[in-house]
């Protein structure tokens, strides 16, 4: 079985999706992380 171009480009814009999908869906959690990211990256 060969893996073509079209496969792993398939393959990372279902992944990309997926990533957009759920931080849409879980927003105050992920600006969260950011905040407490930030701040932790700060100190």
Request: proline letters at 0%.
């Amino acid at each position: 079985m060969k893996i073509s171009n079209r496969d792993v480009l398939m393959f990372f814009l279902g992944f990309a999706t997926l990533f957009i999908i759920l931080t849409i869906y879980d927003w105050d959690s992920t600006i969260g992380e950011i905040q407490r990211g930030w701040e932790a990256g700060s100190k």
